[in-house]
């Protein structure tokens, strides 16, 4: 029983770790991160697959943890769906890495690899190559300053090529609008 326990430490641990070569932003302040973000393009991955009009929003929890409610249609269930985690950071404050969970003790990486100075524009990446997120607080960014995050995610190694640009257009037909919390 014991011989699962070292490997899943090793693997839980490599869970909040920083990609190699990337570096998450220096002089972070969280309180101006805060609030909504749209999703504007993403990789791949199974818990938002099918998923349009993609926010992200964070608040402060009193515990001091910061609350993290993700939100998107999705078109094949005509309804919206919703996670609500949390995050705290993974070591300095001022350092954009950050643990995130939406399932009970499990962590991940949270690591704000580019970040304009008006915290408008943010590149977001996980623990690995597998995980990359680029948000705004606007539905949609000036192309100027999209192209520079996806010059910086190619800069750090991402398949740029690979993305999906997530639709923000219009309101979703035969979508159900609640607030997040309706739908809890």
């Avoid at 402060?60 to 005509?78: A, Q």
Wanted: negative net charge.
């Amino acid at each position: 029983m014991k011989q699962w326990l070292l490997p899943l430490c090793l693997w839980l641990s490599a869970c909040t770790g920083v990609p190699e070569n990337v570096e998450p932003v220096q002089g972070f302040e969280l309180d101006r991160y805060l609030g909504k973000w749209y999703e504007i393009a993403r990789l791949d991955h199974s818990f938002e697959r099918g998923l349009s009009h993609v926010t992200a929003e964070y608040s402060r929890n009193e515990d001091g943890t910061v609350r993290v409610v993700n939100r998107g249609f999705s078109m094949g269930e005509g309804e919206w769906q919703e996670a609500v985690g949390k995050a705290r950071f993974a070591g300095d404050p001022g350092t954009a890495h950050l643990e995130v969970s939406f399932f009970g003790p499990f962590y991940a990486s949270y690591v704000v690899a580019a970040l304009d100075g008006d915290y408008r524009y943010a590149l977001v990446v996980g623990y690995n190559r597998d995980y990359l997120w680029i948000l705004a607080r606007d539905k949609k960014m000036p192309q100027a300053e999209l192209a520079q995050l996806l010059q910086k995610a190619r800069e750090l190694g991402y398949d740029t090529d690979q993305l999906i640009f997530v639709d923000h257009s219009g309101e979703p037909s035969g979508s159900r609008q609640s607030s997040p919390e309706q739908s809890r």
